[in-house]
């Protein structure tokens, strides 16, 4: 293997890379690389895995989808997202693996890029900007993927999913990861506009082009000139502004009411919809032309009740964001919380967190604080099948929760919690928790 030609093929990569061998060691890496970890890099020592997870064995056997793996079993590139261990803290990584061959067609080792993920994290904590996305279910890695793929290109990405799955936060984050981030993003809400209103808020209007304008005035398109226009709830569109909204997409030109001028618009498109499209255009209720322009990249967001591991750190993240940082819920009610189905996705979510931390009178929400909504809908949780959530992953949110209500006295919380301090201090040391000085 000619290890100087590949040194010089991972230095010539933008991003951090390393080139790994079959058995997971790193035998090349650029600086960009080294100065993503704190673990120095040995090179034909280091292993892959220790440097990014301080791990003694691979991703596969601790739990996690391994790339290097997954290239082995396909033969083809791989991608996966990860949570690494960085200077800073745990942070979500995107990961490619790609296979490298020899002139006779044989695997001699893979080159792995990544891209940190900045809108996204696994976990709340104090100072996690409210933009951010909380979450570590596989649904949720699956999205962030989505996400971290589509910013950076310039294609048009429509957002699919329940009412309160999030999909502003999702094209919040595109956004800002994407080439037009330093530009505004504006959002033109398409929900109970009329057909005159919509046409003249999005393009604009002439001073006399209708009763009421007495001024010009500039439309959205023109605000987000070179940034991103986010349309949400698409398919609420007027059929007859869907025409001339399918122009602006295809030449990127328009006329504001009442003109006569043509104008230029640049822009990035992002769309969001609860609703079934292709249903619609079945029913020519809505343009299949447009509907295939505004498709490039769909991104279908999931639903709570398919990412219920995470809803124990989403409870947390609300609390932080309403003024109970220093709240947490019982063991009981986080159970019961987990177990509910969430018709109204997160938005209910937060709305439920709200409630119970306005009913409870001390530190420790438990289940009868809980809207009364939602005890009726588990009163029958016995004989419905519902997500089963490993207690090894309740524990450490649970104790990160109690912990900030016990500062500088953990020998009062091992006594609440009926465990020894030397087996508390043990359990905050598994999880990498921060004790409260």
């Known amino acids: 293997m000619n290890i100087p030609l590949v040194q010089s093929m991972i230095k010539a990569i933008d991003k951090p890379a390393i080139f790994i061998d079959l058995n997971y060691s790193i035998l090349a890496v650029n600086q960009a690389y080294r100065d993503t970890y704190s673990q120095v890099v040995q090179t034909g020592k280091s292993k892959c895995y220790e440097v990014s997870h301080g791990q003694s064995v691979p991703c596969d056997q601790a739990g996690e989808e391994c790339p290097l793996q997954q290239c082995k079993t396909t033969g083809k590139v791989s991608s996966v997202v990860h949570i690494h261990q960085l200077p800073k803290g745990k942070s979500y990584c995107d990961i490619v693996m790609r296979p490298v061959v020899d002139d006779d067609g044989m695997t001699i080792g893979y080159i792995e890029i ?17 933009n951010t996305m909380i979450g570590h279910s596989p649904a949720f890695k699956q999205l962030i993927n989505q996400i971290n793929r589509v910013a950076p290109t310039q294609a048009n990405t429509l957002l699919l999913g329940e009412t309160g799955t999030g999909k502003e936060l999702v094209a919040q984050a595109i956004h800002q990861y994407s080439q037009t981030k330093d530009k505004p993003m504006v959002i033109i809400e398409c929900t109970g506009i009329t057909d005159n209103l919509f046409e003249s808020e999005l393009f604009g209007h002439e001073k006399g082009a209708f009763t009421g304008a007495t001024s010009a005035k500039k439309g959205l398109v023109d605000l987000a000139d070179g940034g991103t226009l986010f349309f949400d709830e698409i398919g609420d569109v007027p059929l007859n502004i869907q025409v001339k909204l ?34 619609m255009v079945q029913a020519q209720t809505f343009r299949a032309d447009l509907y295939y322009r505004i498709a490039t990249f769909p991104i279908q967001l999931p639903q709570l009740q398919s990412r219920a591991e995470d809803i124990p750190e989403l409870a947390r993240l609300f609390l932080q964001q309403i003024g109970f940082k220093h709240k947490s819920f019982t063991t009981a009610a986080m159970a019961q919380l987990i177990q509910y189905s969430f018709p109204g996705n997160i938005r209910e979510l937060k709305n439920m967190v709200e409630y119970a931390a306005i009913m409870s009178h001390d530190l420790l929400i438990d289940t009868e604080h809980l809207p009364l909504s939602m005890k009726s809908t588990g009163a029958d949780l016995d004989n419905t099948e519902q997500p ?30 009926q465990i020894s301090e030397r087996t508390l201090y043990r359990k905050c040391s598994q999880y990498e928790l921060k004790l409260e000085n």
Do not use: W
Request: one cysteine or more; hydrophobic letters at 40%.
């Open 246 to 279: 399918l122009r602006l997409i295809e030449t990127g030109t328009y006329r504001s009411v009442g003109g006569v001028k043509q104008k230029h618009a640049k822009f990035r498109l992002i769309c969001a919809t609860h609703k079934q499209l292709p249903e």
């Open 388 to 417: 089963v959530i490993p207690l090894a992953q309740l524990e450490p949110n649970y104790l990160a929760n109690v912990i900030a209500q016990y500062p500088g006295n953990m020998k009062q919380l091992a006594h609440d919690l």
């Open 114 to 130: 990544l891209d940190k993920v900045e809108f996204a994290s696994h976990q709340a904590s104090p100072n996690v900007d409210p």
